[in-house]
Each structure stands twice: as C-alpha cells, then as structure tokens.
C-alpha cells in the first residue's frame, strides 16, 4: 500500500518539515514527521498531519513519529496507537531499525562486562526471567525484533538487563515534591536501601542527603535547581514531570544532563485528552529524576514514546530506542513514574519492574491504586522508585531478598486539600 501526501511548508510558520508514509505491510501503516521547528508548534504540525489521516478510513495500526530538533538537543518523539502490541512493537522497531541496530550490540556488551564483574550468567538469568514477562510484552518484544531486523534474544537482553544486574552500573536520583504557599512535603530516593551501611554507591547516600537537606521557610522549590544538586559526570538524562499540568521537561546530554539546556513538552504535545488540574492554582506536585550511565553516546538516542491505547490511559515514557518499559514516565492522568535500580536481588519468581510500571502507567490514575495493586505484586528485582499523582507523592523500597511480594519499605505523603 503507498500513501502519498503533499502538503506545504508554508503552513507551519518558521518550520521545515516533511510527511513520508512508512509501510509496514497490508494491515500496519505508520507516517513519520520529521521537522526541525520551535517547539511552541510541535503539536501544531502533528495534530494536523493527525487530521489529515483520520480523515482516511484506515484499518490498520497508526503510528506518528516527530523527530525534533529543540534547543540543540535531538529528541525523537514517537506517538504509538492502537491495543495491538505486535504492532506497536513492529512499528516501533521498523522505524527506529537503524538506531537499535547501532545501540543494541553497544548495549548489549556493557551488559555483559558488568554481569561478568558481578558473576551473573546473563544468559541463564535471561532465560529464567523471560517466562515471567506478560504476555502482551512478548509479542511488542517479539514485534520489535521483527520491525528493526534483530534477533529476539537480543531484544530480551536489552529489555532485562536492569532487572538483573542491579544498580551497577547507574547512580540515579529521584525527587517528589507536594509544595504549597506555607508548606512543602518531599520524597527522595537514590540507589541504595536506606538500612544499607558503609558510603553507598556513587554517593548515594549524599545525594540522598542533597534531596533532603533543609531549605530555607517558605523557599519555592526548583526541581530544576534540586537535579543540579545530583549532577554527576554520567548523567546522561534529567527529567521534571508535572502532574497537575502535564508538562515534562528534559535534559539530554552527554554529561551533566541537568545543568545543561532543558526542553519542555506540553500536555498538548504528547497527550490528546489531559485536563490540568486547576482547583488551586498555588499547589504544585512533580517528580523529578535524572538517570546515569557510564556510556555518554546514549544521550544521543534519547526517545519520547506517546501511547495513545483504545483502553486505558494514554501515557508517555523516555527512554531509548529498543527499550520498551523505559524507567520514568507520566500518563494522561497525571501519575508519574521514576525508578532507580538497587542492590543486585532479584527473584525468578517476579515480574519484570519495568514492565509492571509502565502497565501502571496504562492502567492506574491515582496513588491509592498504585499503593494496593502493589502490595501483593511479586517483582523480579531490588528497586527503589518515586511516584508522584494527584493525589501524594510516595517512595517505595522493592526488595524479593527480603519480602517475596510487596513494598518492603516505603513513604507516603497524600495530598491534604
């Protein structure tokens, strides 16, 4: 099938931009925008190249992709439609085959040296992980491996490797804040547990300490500001969700991700319904994070996905091509996720965080869904993570050494209107 659209740069003011088709087989077609423009029209260029196609009764799967240039930094926004995960997955891999074939063996590599310095057989922790994969995960895994030519083994490796190796080797920070004219609530979290002795790993505890520190009475706090306080030579990305707004801010670089430049999305770029919350102009809830890793070029293929599903919320998540369960994200509803790997347990017998978060993204709206589906919820490996809703902020301490299911250790701050 060919789909051929002319349309004139001439409409979009201070943009250059073209509409390709991508073909993807009888039932799946996908159109990617590529435009170097201010983001203040961002959305303006995707939502009417939107219209454009829903005005064709198309059958099959849509997926749009705007690959931007904001303020120096290149960040691929890729929007993902439908319920089909083989075709999210298919469509995600085809258009992004040249990256993850460029990513992938890097990746994969540094997956390897770091098990081998741990002992971890990479191969057997694999293959007794991937059976606890859901369902719906194999398939976009298994669509990914097919849309960008790769095997999938490869895909699991990439896809598993956090929740197998551990902390090593990221030094992550999280932060979320509740924040009112006369009051301010936190939650922090870094990578180690904080019943760990010795000096943590990568400064962790004083990064930690940094987050937490005292501010002065009635101090407006910067998220901004507070990531700088956690800036380390490998951040490669740092990130500032508002969930009241709907706003995301980010920072992508090659080193000290958070003090450099920082490019905000809007609501309106990423999600189709969002309803800011306006009941108290003076409230702000966030969560903010930034994410290290010891190989720089990473920052290079920073990745927005946008799912826009038929059933249950659409979300959006950062991360990079091939992965498919990144480690921060927002929905629709305002939830946001931030996760920080920790010490080296994990269970056989647990489902892969990452891909238990991004399903919360999916389908929960509130902190109080999140807190009780997770009480019982078997996870596959040692994690701390920060999640900001409308309704409270909470850390959670993950632990399967400890506790086979559950939050083993946490704090949680709700919203008092």
């Known amino acids: 099938m060919t789909i051929d659209y002319s349309l004139t740069p001439n409409c979009i003011p201070g943009g250059k931009w073209a509409l390709a088709p991508y073909d993807f087989g009888s039932q799946h077609i996908g159109v990617a925008i590529q435009c170097e423009m201010p983001i203040s029209v961002i959305s303006r260029v995707y939502h009417f190249a939107l219209g454009l196609l829903m005005m064709i009764p198309l059958l099959g799967h849509l997926i749009a992709v705007i690959d931007a240039k904001i303020n120096g930094q290149s960040i691929k926004i890729i929007h993902l439609y439908g319920d089909d995960p083989y075709a999210v997955g298919k469509a995600h891999g085809k258009q992004l085959k040249e990256r993850i074939q460029l990513l992938f063996p890097v990746v994969i590599s540094e997956a390897r040296m770091f098990a081998d310095m741990k002992g971890i057989d990479l191969a057997k922790s694999i293959e007794a992980l991937a059976p606890k994969i859901p369902e719906s995960f194999q398939q976009e895994l298994k669509g990914l491996a097919d849309g960008a030519q790769i095997s999938y083994e490869d895909a699991l490796i990439v896809n598993l490797f956090p929740d197998i190796l551990g902390a090593e080797p990221y030094a992550c920070s999280a932060l979320g804040i509740i924040q009112k004219p006369n009051s301010l609530d936190r939650v922090a979290a870094t990578n180690h547990f904080r019943g760990s002795t010795g000096q943590g790993y990568l400064g962790s505890h004083e990064r930690l300490e940094a987050l937490e520190r005292k501010l002065p009475e009635g101090k407006r706090v910067s998220c901004k500001g507070m990531m700088k306080d956690v800036d380390r030579k490998e951040t490669i990305t740092a990130i500032v969700f508002d969930s009241l707004k709907g706003t995301v801010r980010i920072s992508a670089a090659r080193t000290h991700a958070a003090s450099r430049s920082w490019t905000t999305l809007q609501a309106s770029d990423l999600f189709e319904n969002f309803t800011p919350h306006t009941s108290s102009p003076d ?22 996905f946008v799912h826009h599903p038929k059933t249950g919320h659409e979300f959006m998540t950062v991360g990079w091509a091939g992965f498919v369960a990144p480690p921060s994200g927002m929905n629709n509803q305002g939830l946001a996720f931030a996760m920080t790997a920790s010490e080296n347990n994990t269970s056989p017998e647990g489902t892969p965080n990452f891909m238990l978060f991004r399903e919360a993204l999916h389908h929960f709206a509130t902190l109080n869904e999140v807190v009780s589906n997770y009480e019982k919820t078997p996870f596959a490996a040692s994690m701390n993570v920060a999640v900001a809703a409308r309704d409270g902020i909470a850390r959670f301490e993950i632990d399967p050494k400890r506790k086979k299911e559950g939050v083993v250790d946490g704090q949680r701050i709700n919203l008092k209107d």
């Open 283 to 304: 409230l702000r809830i966030k969560l903010a994070r930034t994410f290290d890793y010891p190989y720089p070029e990473l920052a290079d293929e920073t990745v927005v």
